[in-house]
């Protein structure tokens, strides 16, 4: 297996463009199985997630083409709506098929996405959603299979505000006969891309990234071209690949109103962060304060997919942090890893006690989910000495090439086979 070897230490200067975001590409590519025509969509990601979710449109009969990140899709040859078991059980996301595919083609058969690493994931909301909906749901022997001859609107109350129970039922509704009413609804700018992606299509959404989303169903959807939005989840990663190297990071193709929560925080551990309109800036002060509290939340609030990467940053600060996870059940796998470099942290059920060091040291470590092992890059940047990082097949899910990325701000990294660790080269 491929690993990261970083030879930490380097301060991070530079600009980058973020490039665009997995969380929106994922449900919109779902999407693109209701629609009429040919759609191309463009600043999609070259990531593993999105490579998977490419294979399955074209196991459905669907024409894919794909050149760089932008990628054309022609919907209308799809003939089958049985998802393939072994690309199902490759990416929970893939569970964003069951609405379009239910309320364009009358039929859905998928395998019961399993749980990860962060939690056991159930999908309860989505069924419950679809249901109401009127789909007929039968589940047996691992697969569920959800079939109606039309969807008609309903109004559904999300027990909690699910990302991808929001997006699945707000596409299953554009094409339901009458209107849906979506209460609880998940407000994160994902959703908001997905309805601007729709809409476009001739879909008629309102309140898209409010907690109340109204869909009134159409009869069909044609394809449009879409530019797929910046992904914030990488773009707070680079910011604090910027903070931990005590260096000066410039980010462009950048919706800062994404980040207010992660900028909020990041200034309160007196990091100057700079902002203007598609532009995002951090420059050291050489000041590295604890946080009180960092406490993950839906959107608006801090997203707990940057929970483990800014812990990284917390293990140098000074003082001791408290950082809670609210949002999955399991999601501090990375402190392990963060305490094999020298990290002091302490775990009780969902809080972390985060008391900053001097220096973190370079260590043989692995990722275990895609956040956490991007929390170890960070780490390891910052580390005194060589961090070697194995199993990172999991960044690669939600991070482009991301020692090329890291190398182009000055960072000493390189991706390497496991015998070949000793040589090492870090690219120009
Ligand atoms: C999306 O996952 C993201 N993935 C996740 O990003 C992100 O962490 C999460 O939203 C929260 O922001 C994509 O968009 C592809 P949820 P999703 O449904 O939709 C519970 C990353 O690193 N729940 O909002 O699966 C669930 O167990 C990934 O890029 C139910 O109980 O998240 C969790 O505790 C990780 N029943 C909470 O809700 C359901 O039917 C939030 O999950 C659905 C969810």
Do not use: W
Not at 36 to 64: F, K, Y
Not at 91 to 100: D, K, V
């Amino acid at each position: 297996m491929e690993r990261l070897v970083i030879d930490g230490g380097q301060r991070l200067e530079g600009s980058i463009r973020v490039h665009g975001a997995k969380n929106a590409a994922l449900p919109i590519l779902a999407a693109v199985t209701m629609l009429d025509g040919e759609s191309v969509l463009h600043d999609v990601p070259n990531l593993d997630d999105v490579q998977v979710m490419l294979d399955i449109l074209r196991s459905l009969g669907a024409r894919v083409l794909q050149e760089g990140r932008t990628v054309s899709i022609q919907a209308s040859s799809i003939d089958t709506t049985d998802v393939p078991e072994h690309l199902m059980r490759q990416m929970r996301s893939s569970i964003f098929l069951l609405g379009p595919l239910l309320t364009r083609f009358g039929s859905v058969r998928v395998s019961k996405p399993g749980g990860c690493t962060i939690g056991t994931r159930p999908i309860d909301l989505h069924l419950k959603g679809l249901s109401l909906l009127g789909a007929h749901i039968e589940e047996s022997h691992g697969f569920i299979a959800c079939t109606a001859t039309r969807l008609r609107g309903a109004n559904i109350f999300l027990d909690l505000p699910s990302v991808g129970a929001t997006e699945n039922l707000m596409m299953a509704a554009c094409l339901a006969d009458g209107e849906t009413m979506i209460g609880n609804a998940a407000r994160e700018p994902e959703i908001r891309d997905l309805a601007d992606f729709l809409n476009c299509c001739g879909a008629r959404i309102t309140g898209a990234g409010e907690d109340t989303i109204y869909i009134e169903g159409v009869e069909r959807l044609r394809a449009r071209d879409f530019q797929i939005a910046p992904d914030r989840v990488v773009a707070g990663t680079l910011l604090l690949a910027g903070a931990i190297t005590r260096g000066q990071v410039q980010l462009t193709n950048v919706r800062p109103a994404d980040l207010t929560a992660v900028i909020t925080k990041l200034r309160e551990t007196g990091v100057q962060v700079n902002v203007s309109r598609d532009i995002l800036e951090v420059k050291s002060t050489g000041v590295l304060q604890a946080v009180d509290r960092l406490q993950t939340a839906p959107f608006p609030g801090f997203p707990t997919d940057l929970q483990a990467p800014f812990m990284a940053l917390l293990t140098l600060a000074n003082g001791t942090s408290v950082v809670s996870e609210t949002i999955f059940e399991d999601r501090f796998k990375h402190v392990s890893e963060l305490q094999r470099m020298g990290a002091s942290i302490k775990v009780d059920l969902r809080t972390a006690f985060v008391q900053g060091v001097r220096e973190l040291s370079g260590a043989a470590v692995e990722a275990t989910d895609l956040r956490a092992g991007a929390a170890l890059v960070l780490a390891g940047l910052a580390a005194q000495g060589p961090t070697v990082i194995d199993r990172i097949y999991h960044i690669d899910r939600g991070y482009e090439a991301i020692e090329s990325q890291l190398r182009d701000l000055g960072a000493r990294i390189a991706r390497t086979r496991p015998h070949t660790v000793a040589d090492a080269t870090y690219g120009t």
